[in-house]
């Protein structure tokens, strides 16, 4: 398992995208992001293009670790994108305490060729609502918790990558 992680337009992706497709031919892409606006659906188009037809899509905003587990069998290589997402969406939904999901992801994950792209969120001003500052904290919690469980970490700034563990 490797971690891509960064700021935004950072670059995350496309590490993820070319580091995938070294794995092989049969690549899965799983999407977190839920399409409720026209801007989203813009951006979902965008990164489709991006990857182009090389990569299968399966969609998983909530339960990730199940969509992990059913398909990354049967690809060489899988680009989940993104985990700031997906504790956004289960955020959102009302789950509480979000480790037993980030446990669950990690066990899944670990040894299989998958590649997690993240948003780091901490780095910036602390925020202003309790619901903001929650998610800062879940999603570095999620981070570090991914960190630990990868076998390989990567930090991209302004479109280069910084390999910071493995």
């Known amino acids: 398992m490797i971690?891509?992680?960064?700021?935004?337009?950072?670059?995350?992706?496309?590490?993820?995208?070319?580091?995938?497709?070294?794995?092989g031919h049969r690549l899965l892409y799983v999407a977190t992001a839920e399409l409720l606006d026209e801007e989203m659906q813009?951006?979902?188009?965008?990164?489709?293009?991006?990857?182009?037809?090389?990569?299968?899509?399966v969609?998983?905003?909530?339960d990730l670790a199940a969509a992990v587990r059913e398909h990354a069998g049967q690809f060489d290589g899988v680009v989940v994108d993104c985990l700031t997402l997906w504790v956004s969406n289960l955020m959102l939904s009302g789950v509480e305490d979000l480790r037993p999901h980030g446990?669950?992801?990690a066990a899944v994950c670990s040894g299989r060729p998958v590649l997690l792209v993240t948003n780091e969120v901490g780095c910036g001003i602390v925020p202003e609502s309790e619901l903001a500052r929650r998610f800062?904290?879940?999603?570095?919690?999620?981070?570090?918790?991914?960190?630990?469980?990868a076998d390989a970490v990567?930090?991209?700034?302004?479109?280069?990558?910084?390999?910071?563990?493995?």
Do not use: I
Request: hydrophobic residues 40%; contains cysteine; positive net charge.
């Open 3 to 23: 971690l891509v992680g960064g700021g935004s337009r950072s670059g995350k992706t496309r590490l993820a995208l070319d580091l995938a497709a070294g794995m």
């Open 42 to 57: 813009r951006r979902a188009d965008a990164h489709r293009a991006e990857r182009g037809s090389r990569f299968v899509t």
């Open 59 to 62: 969609e998983a905003p909530r």
């Open 103 to 105: 446990e669950e992801l």
């Open 136 to 149: 800062r904290d879940e999603a570095g919690w999620m981070n570090q918790r991914m960190a630990e469980a």
């Open 154 to 166: 990567y930090w991209v700034v302004f479109g280069c990558p910084l390999k910071v563990k493995g």
